[in-house]
């Protein structure tokens, strides 16, 4: 009291800068610590009692783990090399001299912690992410054991890996991870209390802005703290805490913004570290959660990814079982309804209602309930077909922040209603702090209330926790925000829930504008490309899993004694799921993760043959061939819901490949014997100057040596689609620098290096005479030392030309990209999306067009004027543009950041080209694009008479049958999912001969809708779609 008096005494001018930069020393981890507050917040140390340690390097059990040889170890010892773990026996002895303090376990290392206590796990420990302390006793009776044994579980990689110079470098494999500190120490909370009062003070006096009178408040309040404080006498720190609550506790208005303030920990299911380690991310990073839930009962967290909580369920038992307790009071909050957070851009619309389906029926099963918000904060673009999805799985909201990194154009919303491309809304929020990783700081609740909906809205999210390489909220987070719940001149600050959130917004959302369409990220346009061969692997396991699911619900239609493989699918479809995380599938991650996703992809290749087979041996096992080599006739089988009449291979009776020409029904198959004679066989001809001329009665082609197309025409037409003095399928490399994230920016200056590749190392040679197939191949040398060689084919009644593709790829920063110049006029291209399709311009008019010079589109592109237009086809891309006239696909990237051997390696794709008169709706491009990906699967069988048989067959071209498989929950029942594909209002029947006694519409997750029974008529199940609406139907099979 004497201090106080003096200082009020002496009360003199304040001048604002020595103000504000005294209370910045008084409370500075740096300065001052001899004599300032800061210097005070630990008391006595004491040493561990003793310290020993073994290290593996595989990630192993508690339990496996403290059975092993311990050794003496020290503070200050380093441990490695990457990817290695330390396991810590920590014995410690607390000075009965501490009794009524509270006393913590301090741990600093570079390596990422876990404290083992009693066999279960108690805190993780990060010193990236401030948590260095594991509390002990928060108040030390005399009663209780002072001497305990503990583990500490060191990983030997840092929260976001080890990269080696820079955060996305590639790791250092020889990194070493050091010990600083293992010490017991009493922890002075009045201290703490104080320095956080001082810090927020301090930030509202230097952030609110000399304008404003409560930064002269908060700074004459905070200054005369540190007149009243002294250090060495804790009974002077009560009238200091009062002058900060007597800020803190004068309200605001009525008026003032409210942010819900939701805990959070982003964790990237693989990233700069590997699918393993993330299992010890969560369980670090979720039971530091549990350890401040018991400590604050208001604190609510929200938390995404069933996968990863599937992981925690099998690998920690009984930090899942807490977990639960938390879930069921409402403070754990599950969210997002998907089993990873995955690319919001590559997955096929199969594959993102599987996400749903998947982490919906996880949150069900688990939790009881499914989520009611999607939440993908951090992915590099969203499909327009997202907003359907979500709906179809029972979410109306979505919370996202990415497009806050938009290189070109702001976004002009936080708060608004999206609208995908069949007219379906949700309710979309972006936290106004554009982070999903908030420390609960003034400067970001100031950011927060720049909602750029204010005024129409008056609630923002606010993500709270150390995220990416998880981590998540602290103590100290809470203890801010707490102060600031209601101040004025700050928004008012609730911890909150996402519902609660969403429910206030959507009271509130008369006055919010809609974006129609897709939400394009002006960043990170290369990872349609990186690490193609993970793209390959997605693409082919999708087609792997729609061909065993097309099967197998055939097979058990057909017999009743075929076992439908739900859990292999189920395990398959996990793994391709979780390889679509949004670090993955864009392929920006490190060479362990890729190697861990090509892995998965074998699996699923491997897995799915084996199923693919017992499939079709139930489905059509009279008609097999009875041994080896005595095949008389093939079997196809077609999964698409056409009917195809195309060219294959098959193998003939000594074994040999032979082609043959053969139709086959829609979903269903077909026994060839004398496989059809094509009405126009391929024809091939070299010209005198070394070009190549094919015609097939549909297309005529005419190529260089180089391969390239001097010629494209439907066959007796004049119209050209090559314009005069252009070549296509022309090659072109460009330098490949972008300004930091390497593998995942291509930037728009890359346009400007562009380099035709014109090296012939082998010039165009026919290789197929014709018939069935004509074709011809070349090679090229493509950069310094990489080698293209390509097959050129067209088959008999084929409308498209197929350039099937090998690369030897080993170039540094270069794109490789193939381009097609046509001889088409228009101001958009069409590219397809999941479930439908989309346009894109094809000039640079604004910002908004421009910044799009790199896109991403699924198994086709087109460019079409009135009549007549050019598709593109592909079987592995993703990355594609139009600029103009000129189509191009992105081949290959060869960034060297995180993965220091991305794409070195050798690569096979297919495209294809396709002429076509009128629209690409009518001429099927659609369906040439389904039937490139899908091939017709051969099997010798025998030469039975068997007529051809169609499961299933849909009237309209417009529709398209994408999915047929068992119900999840009635084994006696089929989920068929179709979809409009032309973007149109139609009518279509869906016609099957399976024995179907019950047809009910459902939503993606197979719940029956309301009044969904549909009549089934002779004709069929009568559907109505408009422009591209996704329809799910339960067909109930007769037993
Ligand atoms: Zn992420």
């Not at 008529?1017 to 109930?1036: C, K, T």
């Amino acid at each position: 009291m004497r201090r106080a008096r003096r200082a009020a005494a002496m009360a003199a001018p304040e001048h604002r800068r020595t103000a504000l930069e005294r209370v910045d020393k008084f409370i500075s981890e740096i300065y001052f610590t001899d004599c300032n507050l800061r210097g005070r917040l630990f008391g006595d140390r004491c040493p561990l009692a003793s310290l020993s340690c073994f290290q593996t390097p595989r990630r192993i059990p508690y339990d496996e783990a403290v059975g092993q040889e311990f050794r003496p170890a020290k503070v200050g010892d380093s441990f490695g090399p990457t990817w290695e773990t330390c396991w810590f026996k920590v014995e410690l002895s607390i000075p009965p001299a501490w009794v009524g303090r509270e006393v913590h376990f301090i741990w600093e290392s570079d390596g990422e912690g876990m404290v083992w206590r009693d066999a279960q796990p108690v805190q993780g420990l990060t010193k990236e992410g401030e948590k260095t302390s594991y509390i002990l006793t928060s108040s030390l009776k005399e009663t209780e054991p002072h001497s305990l044994t503990l583990y500490v579980e060191l990983a030997c990689n840092g929260l976001f890996g080890a990269g080696k110079g820079s955060m996305i470098a590639p790791p250092d494999p020889d990194r070493r991870f050091t010990l600083s500190k293992a010490e017991l120490v009493v922890f002075n909370r009045d201290v703490y209390e104080l320095l956080v009062d001082l810090e927020i003070l301090l930030d509202m006096a230097k952030l609110l802005g000399e304008e404003n009178q409560r930064s002269f408040q908060a700074m004459y309040a905070a200054n005369q703290m540190v007149n009243v404080c002294d250090v060495k006498d804790p009974s002077t720190f009560s009238a200091a805490r009062d002058l900060a609550a007597a800020i803190f506790s004068q309200r605001n208005g009525e008026s003032q913004h409210t942010i819900h303030a939701v805990g959070h920990c982003h964790i990237d299911s693989a990233w700069l570290w590997p699918y393993e380690e993330t299992v010890r991310k969560c369980a670090r990073s979720w039971v530091t959660v549990v350890r401040l839930m018991e400590g604050n009962p208001e604190l609510t967290f929200a938390c995404s990814q069933a996968q990863q909580f599937e992981w925690v369920r099998s690998w920690y038992p009984g930090l899942y079982a807490q977990i639960q307790d938390f879930v069921a009071k409402g403070q754990f909050i599950p969210v997002g309804g998907t089993w990873v957070e995955m690319d919001g851009n590559l997955p096929s619309g199969e594959s993102m209602v599987r996400q749903f389906l998947q982490g919906q029926r996880f949150f069900q099963e688990q939790f009881g309930r499914i989520c009611s918000e999607f939440w993908l904060p951090d992915t590099f673009g969203y499909s327009a077909q997202l907003p359907q999805l979500m709906r179809g799985c029972g979410i109306r909201r979505f919370l996202t922040q990415k497009l806050s990194w938009n290189l070109v154009n702001t976004f002009p919303h936080h708060t608004f209603f999206w609208e995908g491309i069949d007219g379906s809304r949700v309710l979309t929020h972006f936290p106004p702090g554009d982070s999903y990783g908030m420390h609960g700081r003034v400067e970001e609740m100031l950011k927060t209330v720049n909602n750029r909906d204010k005024g129409r809205v008056n609630h923002s999210a606010f993500l709270f926790g150390f995220g990416d390489g998880g981590g998540g909220p602290t103590q100290k987070m809470l203890d801010r925000m707490k102060r600031m719940s209601d101040t004025d001149g700050l928004p008012k600050v609730e911890i909150s829930t996402p519902d609660r959130l969403f429910s206030v917004l959507e009271k509130e959302s008369s006055q919010l504008c809609t974006w129609v369409g897709e939400l394009f990220l002006e960043l990170h346009n290369g990872t349609y490309t990186t690490q193609a061969q993970i793209k390959k692997g997605n693409r082919e396991c999708e087609r792997i899993l729609h061909d065993v699911e097309v099967l197998s619900t055939l097979a058990l239609a057909r017999g009743s004694a075929f076992q439908y493989p739900a859990s292999q699918l189920q395990r398959l479809w996990r793994l391709l799921l979780l390889n679509q995380f949004h670090d993955v599938l864009p392929g920006s991650c490190i060479q362990l993760v890729v190697e861990d996703a090509l892995q998965y992809y074998a699996e699923i290749r491997r897995a799915g043959a084996r199923l693919q087979e017992e499939a079709v041996r139930s489905l059509c096992g009279e008609l097999l061939q009875p041994k080896a080599g005595s095949a008389e006739g093939t079997l196809v089988l077609n999964t698409l819901p056409w009917e195809r009449t195309e060219v294959i291979s098959r193998t003939g009776p000594a074994g040999t490949q032979t082609l043959a020409l053969v139709t086959v029904p829609s979903m269903g198959y077909a026994i060839v014997k004398e496989p059809l004679l094509p009405p126009q066989p391929v024809s091939v001809r070299k010209q005198e100057d070394g070009s190549i001329a094919m015609e097939n009665g549909v297309i005529a082609v005419c190529l260089d040596a180089m391969g390239r197309l001097t010629s494209l025409r439907l066959a007796g037409s004049e119209r050209e689609s090559i314009p005069d003095g252009c070549c296509a399928n022309q090659f072109a490399l460009f330098d490949d620098v972008p300004l930091y994230w390497d593998a995942w920016d291509v930037m728009d200056y890359h346009l400007e290096t562009r380099k035709p590749v014109t090296t012939l190392l082998k010039p165009l040679e026919i290789t197929l005479a014709g018939g069935l197939r004509g074709s011809a191949s070349f090679s090229l040398q493509v950069g310094e030392s990489s080698t293209l060689t390509q097959e050129i084919i067209l088959d008999a009644t084929c409308p498209y030309l197929r350039f099937l593709t090998q690369v030897e790829w080993k170039e540094a920063h270069k794109f490789l990209k193939v381009e097609f110049p046509v001889q088409v006029r228009s101001t958009n291209t069409t590219y397809e999306i999941q479930f439908g399709h989309l346009q894109r311009p094809t000039h640079w008019n604004t910002s908004w067009d421009w910044a799009r010079f790199e896109v991403w589109a699924h198994k086709w592109l087109d460019l079409s004027e009135h009549g007549f237009g050019v598709a593109l086809l592909n079987d592995c891309k993703y990355g594609a543009s139009a600029h103009r006239n000129v189509l191009s696909l992105s081949l290959l990237r060869a960034p060297k950041s995180p993965d220091a051997t991305a794409d070195m390696a050798h690569h096979q794709f297919t495209y294809a080209v396709m002429p076509h008169w009128g629209s690409f709706q009518d001429a099927g491009v659609i369906q040439c694009a389904y039937n490139l990906n899908f091939p017709l699967h051969a099997v010798p069988a025998r030469s039975a008479q068997c007529p051809a048989w169609s499961a299933f067959s849909v009237s309209s071209p417009a529709v398209v049958l994408e999915t047929v498989k068992r119900a999840e929950d009635r084994p006696e029942a089929v989920v068929v999912r179709l979809y409009e594909a032309h973007g149109s209002t139609v009518v279509a029947w869906l016609q099957t001969s399976l024995p179907v006694q019950e047809a009910i519409l459902c939503d993606l997750l197979e719940r029956p809708a309301p009044r969904g029974r549909l009549p089934l008529e002779q004709q069929g199940v009568r559907l109505s779609f408009s422009p591209f609406r996704v329809l799910s139907i339960l067909l109930v099979l007769r037993q």
